[in-house]
T-cell receptor, first 118, second 111 residues
Framework: GAVVSQHPSWVICKSGTSVKIECRSL??????MFWYRQFPKQSLMLMAT???????TYEQGVEKDKFLINHASLTLSTLTVTSAHPEDSSFYIC????WGQGHTGELFFGEGSRLTVL | RKEVEQDPGPFNVPEGATVAFNCTYS??????FFWYRQDCRKEPKLLMS???SGNEDGRFTAQLNRASQYISLLIRDSKLSDSATYLC????????????FGKGTTLSVSS
């Protein structure tokens, strides 16, 4: 089946630094990918929709300058948390949908990236 | 009001029990519905889609009531391995481009 891979799985950084998380669709092309954030004991919250070759669409309340999204190719989207602070510590998950003949359009999730900002 | 709301849980049941989870959604234009399962510190995985006619997959039965904007999941003959958080998920728009997740209901099955 389709695989979505995220990297890194874990990252610890100092406050004020920027962190980049990669999301790759390994065996299919994804014109659209989604970024979610999940705090402990909370639901996944959709942050933004990443569109290949164009600007991402951000959900209300998500700072686009804080969470930079780049979707430069059909298999890679990146999320950069700029000037990270402790309140940005969370579990970030990406997902992508495999469309096309023979595919159900099921959404596949990456393994998630746990960010801890000290 | 949150877009997707679920039973708060947690549900603690013995093996073999039948347990039901409920979910309501606020956006009447929502197009499709799912139940996902999430194990601790893992990514969510699709458990089953939910259709208006109701659908069953082994011990799992999902129901959708569009008029009441209500979704349910029934698990029969609970197994220890069913212990997880079950997420009610709604596809917000016709393009199917964004899933909105409920907070999740935690199920703990004990022997």
């Amino acid at each position: 089946g389709a695989v979505v891979s995220q990297h890194p799985s874990w990252v610890i950084c100092k406050s004020g630094t920027s962190v980049k998380i990669e999301c790759r669709s390994l065996d299919f092309q994804a014109t659209t990918m989604f970024w979610y954030r999940q705090f402990p004991k909370q639901s996944l919250m959709l942050m933004a929709t990443s569109n290949e070759g164009s600007k991402a669409t951000y959900e209300q309340g998500v700072e686009k300058d804080k969470f930079l999204i780049n979707h430069a190719s059909l298999t890679l989207s990146t999320l950069t948390v700029t000037s990270a602070h402790p309140e940005d510590s969370s579990f970030y998950i990406c997902s992508a949908r495999e469309w096309g003949q023979g595919h159900t359009g099921e959404l596949f999730f990456g393994e998630g990236s746990r960010l801890t900002v000290l | 009001r949150k877009e997707v709301e679920q039973d708060p849980g947690p549900f603690n049941v013995p093996e073999g029990a039948t347990v039901a989870f409920n979910c309501t959604y606020s956006n009447s234009a929502s197009q499709s519905f799912f139940w996902y399962r999430q194990d601790c510190r893992k990514e969510p995985k699709l458990l089953m889609s939910v259709y208006s006619s109701g659908n069953e997959d082994g011990r799992f039965t999902a129901q959708l009531n569009r008029a009441s904007q209500y979704i349910s999941l029934l698990i029969r003959d609970s197994k220890l391995s069913d212990s997880a958080t079950y997420l009610c998920v709604v596809n917000r728009n016709q393009a199917g481009t964004a899933l909105i997740f409920g907070k999740g209901t935690t199920l703990s099955v004990s022997s």
